[in-house]
């Protein structure tokens, strides 16, 4: 066992230095103070969440994606963050017999697989390839064509269906779960006719796309501190306009948006945004109809840093900022220790690609394989790495036998210790390549 200090490139969550402490402790003890705000934040309250924390995000969302139309409250309902949410959209919008199958991008965020199998879909979740522009939505069309001429001529399925049918719900065909932009693991960005692309195709098959849309506030290209807008539209953006707007009332995109990157991820606190009717129908899952939405309380907390704007000022002058060169100091100890050992990584400055997020998603030469890369890691140099078996989807074949990927996250380790890392995953690879032929 190694005695040097762990240095861990794995884990996903904001460095403490990088969250807004002294104005969420301001923001706590003014909606505490106040009993018209303390009341409603000690109680139940209602179903679709705290309404003015729902005016605010609708307003900062409105400011940031810059849509044709201006996001009205009723599109937003407050959940206990992206996770939860998840599970909640799955009890509302499917149904084990008539949701026939769950896609996604292979790799994909690795906790999701857990919430589908919980939800019914055990060995239902196909994954699909990425390219540059993450998920391949060509391929994933094709997929669904496949699909659907294999099941029975007539198409309907004639078991019971397993929920009881209600007028806030409807069991989609299929779902397809993305992160369109700055994804997790390979921080890829879906460009506008993709997203475009993508929403036709679901609507075609039936599908919901869930968006994680959680990395989108953080670009890393902004030049100076003034509040950040969105360069891409998110998909719900898209499915509300694209071919005059959705097909029916509760269109084909959720976006699940979350404070967990920005704030903390113990706040628990997120939105979801889709048409009016799909977000009360998801704001009348059981849970949340026994005690209202997650996460009253905080909401008040959190409502208070978008009343005054703080939180954007914070992600404008705290967390970009350090974001930029949290990145750039591992693209340079990338190139410095990894690049001469056959590394490589998708270079926004040779392919002209968004960055952004909390990812560098490396690519190891041949014959290295990830799980022993990791293994030797941890071991040896007291290093924990994103291994992509993680992130490859339950029952997808791998393409080749061996997981060549390997994630690592800029935004949890001290600065200082960001090189630290990488240099220590230089020493083991250093290491295996002396017992392993490469190839060229
Ligand atoms: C793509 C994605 N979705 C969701 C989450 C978790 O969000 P929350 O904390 O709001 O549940 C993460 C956290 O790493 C993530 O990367």
Redesign the pocket.
Known sequence: MSQLDQVNLFR?WPSADLLPTERLKKAAVDALSNPVISTEGYGYGPDEGYFPLRENIARWLTEFYNPVQAIDSNRICITG????NLACILQVFTDPVQTKHVWLANPT?HLVFQTFEDAGFYQRLGGIPEDEEGLDVNALALALEVFEKKLPANNEDTRHNIKSPKPHRKSYRHIIYC?PTFS?PSNKTMSISRRELLVRVARNYDALIVC?D?YDFLPYEQSDNSIVQSSLPRLVDIDRFLDHGPRERFGNVVSNG?F?KLIG?GCRV?WAEGTSDLVYGLSQTGSTRSGGAPSQLMSTFINELLEDKSLQRHIAETIIPAGSRRYALMISAINENLASLGVTFLSDTEHQLAIGGYYVWIELPLPLDTAQVCKVALDRYNLVLGDECLFTVPSTTPQTDRQQHIRLCFMWEAEEKLAEGVKRLGSVLQMLRENVTFEK
């Open positions: 996903g963050g992206a996770s939860q965020y992160v997790n994680d959680v979350s967990s991820a997120g």
